[in-house]
């Protein structure tokens, strides 16, 4: 991290980046670091800004979704997970298709790791009307899909299902029935792949900016999310 924030005063404009520490980010030059940063493209799969795969390509980012399982570490429960990677263009259609079927009205969650350290913090709020929420979100449309330090999630407690847009801009789908969500993605040309593997499973960088910083405080106050700017990122 340490050598990252060298890199953010020696010209890599407002952008800060989060790696792993003492992962392969740590020995590149500044040119090699943003030559990297600047790839968006590996075969017909476009990133959006908010994260790269490692250095050395340890998984390279392509499309599909496959079948998991979230365990509650408390109670030992199991709820049925669909998780998703799809290209950028298509990522922002697929999630607004996506909450469509958790119902007219929803509770959102903001997760930030704006924070110095990058430590995770959610933000909630309860009963919004779904077209009110979409507007929103299309607004923002550029922080959710290129902050590295920005996640959403939309949730229906009542039906116990749950889609998420993570800060890696995953889409995660929780809770059943699951059909209803892997028709989305097939429609939208994303295809089962039970191997699959993704950009969170092996070393990776986020990537965030003062300005999505700001952006982001202003979404939570549009969501009516209450509570005083989040502070002390930069």
Partial sequence: MGFL????????????????????????????????????????????????PSYDLQIVPRQGFRFDQYIDESSGSH?????????????????????????????VVLETSH???????????????MPVLKSILLEFEDLLLNDGCTGIAVINAAKRQEVQMDEH?????????????????????????????????????HSSSERFFDEFNVLRNRLGIDGEECSGAW
């Fill in 169 to 205: 801009k995953l889409l995660i789908m929780y809770g059943e029935p699951l059909a209803q969500f892997e028709s989305v993605l097939i429609d939208g040309d994303v295809y089962p792949e039970p191997e699959l593997q993704f950009i969170t499973e092996a070393e990776h960088v």
């Fill in 79 to 107: 709820t049925p997970v669909v998780m998703a990677s799809a290209t950028r263009h298509l990522l922002m259609d697929l999630f607004l298709e996506l909450i469509e079927p958790l119902g007219a009205v929803v509770d």
């Fill in 115 to 129: 924070q110095a350290g990058g430590e995770h913090e959610d933000l909630y709020r309860e009963h919004i009307d």
């Fill in 5 to 52: 924030k060298r890199i953010l005063r020696n010209g890599v404009g407002d952008e800060t980046l989060r790696s792993i520490p003492n992962g392969s980010f740590e020995s590149l030059t500044d040119d090699e670091l943003q030559a990297h940063m600047g790839i968006n493209t590996y075969g017909v799969f476009d990133l959006t800004d908010a994260v790269r």
